[in-house]
């Protein structure tokens, strides 16, 4: 359960930025950092269809993003397996996503 709790911690406070994004979409692939306990940490956001969240320093890859919302400049999903939730707010012109 303390594990769950840092994770999510960690994941409201990312930052991430777009690696290609469409216009007025977020969908797309979006890459950033988080830092747990002085370490950083690379994950990658996969939103589409259907979305993932790949952590590649811990190994854990394609992990299922459950509801992803977009709705006025604040996006949230669920990581389904985790039971973690995640909101964050866009950036004016949604190149960078800030946990909240």
């Known amino acids: 359960m303390k594990r769950v709790i840092e994770l999510l911690l960690v994941l409201l406070s990312a930052v991430l930025l777009p690696a ?8 797309g692939l979006w890459q950033g950092k ?10 990658v956001l996969r939103i589409g269809s259907t979305s993932s ?3 590649p320093d811990t190994g ?3 992990i299922p993003i459950l509801s992803v919302s977009n709705e006025h ?5 669920v990581l389904d ?8 707010k866009l950036s004016e012109d949604q190149s ?3 946990g909240e």
Request: charged fraction near 30%; aromatic fraction near 8%.
């Open 81 to 88: 397996d985790l039971k973690i939730s995640f909101r964050g």
């Open 34 to 43: 988080i830092k747990q306990n002085n370490r950083e940490y690379r994950i």
């Open 60 to 62: 854990k890859l394609g």
């Open 96 to 98: 960078k996503l800030v």
């Open 53 to 55: 969240l790949d952590s």
């Open 73 to 77: 400049n604040s996006l949230s999903f």
């Open 20 to 27: 290609g994004l469409a216009c007025n979409t977020v969908d």
